[in-house]
């Protein structure tokens, strides 16, 4: 079935460092890809997303390039804040008629000052 | 006024006793959700409703049940709350296959 690995946290970073988080999907098809942002006490807020091959996503300084031959979609930002502080969930929406998403288990991000 | 709101958003509860979380929505939305957040786990689907006579189980329905009482209400409920259904529970709704918008959480505790 379909499936979302992110990679593990906690990540912890200083202030002005470069962002990677991986994910990598497992899907039938051609799904649609997200990268959610839950920040302290909130609910899930969308940040980026693509739906076809070779799209890219951004917002807010993040980038997210859908790579079909590597199934990923790795997000990336160049200079982290402390405010960034949150954690990140990868999700796929496949293209079935329920469309509905699957979530990794999510990255806690720490910018330390 | 959030567009999506969930209530209560904090609740402490025995073993045994039922609980109902409310979830409503000002967006106009066709499509609602209910997810389980467990840490380490991410995010599992517990309900979905594609209209108000539509309901479906997600992946972990077993121990709940649900009401979509009009387009903008969706209700999730533990009919005898256990000990593992401690978590972080959020609503979301969309409208067809766009974006979801979440909720800001109820965090239930069962003792």
């Known amino acids: 079935g379909n499936s979302v690995t992110q990679m593990e946290g906690p990540v912890t970073l200083s202030e002005e460092a470069f962002l990677t988080i991986n994910c990598t999907y497992t899907?039938?098809?051609?799904?649609?890809l997200f990268w959610y942002v839950q920040y302290p006490g909130e609910g899930l807020q969308l940040l980026l997303k693509?739906?076809?091959?070779?799209d890219k996503g951004s917002n807010k300084g993040f980038e997210a390039t859908y790579r079909k031959e590597t199934t990923s979609f790795h997000l990336e930002k160049g200079s982290v804040q402390v405010s960034d502080s949150a954690v990140y969930f990868c999700a796929l929406r496949d293209g079935g008629s329920q469309g509905n998403l699957i979530f990794g288990k999510g990255t806690k991000l720490s910018v330390k000052p | 006024d959030a567009d999506v709101t969930q209530t209560p958003r904090n609740r402490i509860t025995k073993t045994g006793k039922r609980i109902m979380l409310e979830c409503s929505q000002t967006k106009g939305h066709d499509r609602m959700y209910w997810y389980r957040q467990d840490p380490g786990l991410g995010l599992r689907l517990i309900y979905y409703?594609?209209?108000?006579?539509?309901?479906n189980k997600g992946e972990i329905s077993d121990g709940y049940s649900v009401s979509r009482q009009a387009q903008a209400k969706f209700s999730l409920s533990l009919e005898s709350a256990i000990p593992n259904q401690t978590a972080l529970y959020f609503c979301a709704t969309s409208q067809g296959g766009q974006p979801q918008h979440f909720g800001d959480g109820t965090r239930l505790s069962i003792l």
């Open positions: 693509a739906t076809k091959a070779d």
């Open positions: 409703s594609f209209d108000v006579k539509d309901i």
């Open positions: 899907a039938t098809g051609y799904p649609s």
